[in-house]
């Protein structure tokens, strides 16, 4: 299993990017699909997480952030906004292969990542 994630570069605070997240080798498309980010000096961090039937975000991307999926093409996607310096991380796809519902936020409850794409804000 592969999971590809592109999209990131560098952007002035207010751009926006879409990150994409492709997955091989098997299909995800009951599984739970997240995004991950961890700041320079910082733990990795829940941002977004996609279910069957919800999405879930944390607080500081709300309203500016939108997670979305193509089963079609095994692939999930990151629509981000009116993008701020505090974004700025490295962002990771992952798959909770466990659950299809119930969206969580622990690193460790997902089973396969991406390696991670730069995302640069300018302010």
């Known amino acids: 299993v592969q999971l590809q994630a592109s999209g990131g570069g560098s952007v002035q605070a207010g751009g926006s990017l879409t990150l994409s997240c492709a997955a091989s080798?098997?299909?995800?498309?009951?599984?739970?699909m997240g995004w991950f980010r961890r700041a320079p000096g910082k733990e990795r961090e829940f941002v977004a997480g996609i279910s069957r039937i919800a999405r879930y975000y944390i607080d500081s991307v709300k309203g500016r952030f939108t997670i979305s999926r193509d089963n079609a093409k095994n692939t999930v996607y990151l629509q981000m906004n009116s993008l701020r310096a505090e974004d700025t991380a490295v962002y990771y796809c992952?798959?909770?292969?466990?659950?299809?519902?119930?969206?969580?936020?622990?690193?460790?409850?997902?089973?396969?990542w991406g390696q991670g794409t730069l995302v640069t804000v300018s302010s």
């Open positions: 080798g098997r299909t995800f498309s009951s599984a739970v």
């Open positions: 992952a798959v909770d292969v466990l659950h299809t519902s119930v969206i969580l936020t622990t690193p460790k409850t997902y089973d396969y």
